[in-house]
């Protein structure tokens, strides 16, 4: 078997379990075996059994079925987060590359601002001042996101905006508009695409971490880094608690990152090989 069916195979076996998440996540409420809401004070802290797979919280709520339904909160944060990020940093580092001058100048120094400061404190402050909310715990990491996709579409375009075909482009009459979006985003969107891709396990890291603090979703609302939160509470007594839902980030976040790495090498050797 060659290298590139190899890289076929394992790209089409992650893009499969991806897709796998994504079901999850439009449908997992309606897969629930149990009202996901539902308090039960006579099942409060069971384990985990036939009738409740993952066992009950500490108000008897099926987590399975909390699991299945916290995967949209979750998951779709991270795939919003991760296209606003990527559309931002871009049409910022897009628009400051190509055109130059004082708004460059102006890009260039509100990039200096935010990455002077850690990101993830940076998050956690934007999060606290807005308050508790999965919509400002993504506006929160949207802030800092932006600035590695404007970095590196800005340096991509200084190296190609004086390219031949750009220059033959502005000969022919085409206005600046035009040329950025049929000769400078083709060009560069390859790696930014991969470039958004790697950041998604990391996306997804960033705002369970923000819901553990309880900077991001609200109760009653069910969300696997709020529901590792509750069951540290009692981890001694009812570890599967806290297990399950860390369990459901990490499986989570080593299939997008698995994907992202196929999805790097799969492009990487096209590449090379035209």
């Given amino acids: 078997m060659d290298k590139k069916k190899r890289l076929r195979i394992r790209l089409a076996w992650y893009l499969l379990l991806t897709a796998g998440l994504l079901i999850i996540m439009l449908f997992g409420e309606q897969l629930s075996p149990h009202d996901p809401y539902e308090n039960?004070?006579?099942?409060?802290?069971?384990?985990?059994?036939?009738?409740?797979?993952?066992?009950?919280?500490?108000?008897?709520?099926?987590?399975?079925s909390r699991i299945l339904t916290g995967a949209r909160s979750s998951l779709s944060a991270t795939l919003i987060i991760v296209l606003v990020t990527a559309v931002i940093g871009t049409t910022a580092g897009?628009?400051?590359?190509?055109?130059?001058?004082?708004?460059?100048?102006?890009?260039?120094?509100?990039?200096?601002?935010?990455?002077?400061?850690?990101?993830?404190?940076?998050?956690?402050?934007?999060?606290?001042?807005?308050?508790?909310?999965?919509?400002?715990?993504?506006?929160?990491l949207i802030s800092i996101g932006w600035v590695s996709y404007a970095r590196m579409s800005r340096s991509m375009v200084l190296k190609i905006k004086e390219s031949n075909y750009i220059k033959?482009?502005?000969?022919?009459?085409?206005?600046?508009?035009?040329?950025?979006?049929?000769?400078?985003?083709?060009?560069?969107?390859?790696?930014?695409?991969?470039?958004?891709?790697?950041?998604?396990?990391?996306?997804?890291?960033?705002?369970?971490?923000?819901?553990?603090?309880?900077?991001?979703?609200?109760?009653?609302?069910?969300?696997?880094?709020?529901?590792?939160?509750?069951?540290?509470?009692?981890?001694?007594?009812?570890?599967?608690?806290?297990?399950?839902?860390g369990g459901a980030i990490l499986i989570s976040v080593i299939i997008l990152n698995r994907l992202g790495d196929s999805v790097q090498e799969y492009l990487e050797f096209r590449a090379g090989s035209l």
């Fill in 40 to 64: 039960n004070l006579l099942k409060i802290d069971q384990p985990p059994g036939a009738e409740y797979w993952f066992g009950t919280d500490n108000l008897g709520r099926c987590l399975f």
């Fill in 168 to 245: 033959a482009a502005r000969l022919c009459g085409c206005n600046s508009g035009y040329i950025i979006l049929r000769h400078v985003i083709p060009n560069i969107g390859s790696v930014l695409f991969v470039t958004a891709m790697l950041a998604l396990p990391g996306t997804m890291m960033e705002i369970s971490s923000l819901s553990f603090l309880g900077l991001s979703a609200k109760l009653p609302t069910p969300e696997w880094g709020y529901m590792m939160n509750e069951g540290r509470k009692v981890l001694m007594t009812a570890p599967w608690q806290a297990l399950i839902p």
């Fill in 94 to 140: 897009v628009t400051a590359g190509y055109y130059g001058g004082p708004l460059d100048a102006v890009i260039q120094k509100l990039l200096l601002i935010v990455q002077s400061f850690p990101g993830q404190v940076m998050a956690i402050a934007v999060a606290g001042v807005l308050g508790a909310g999965v919509k400002n715990a993504a506006i929160a």
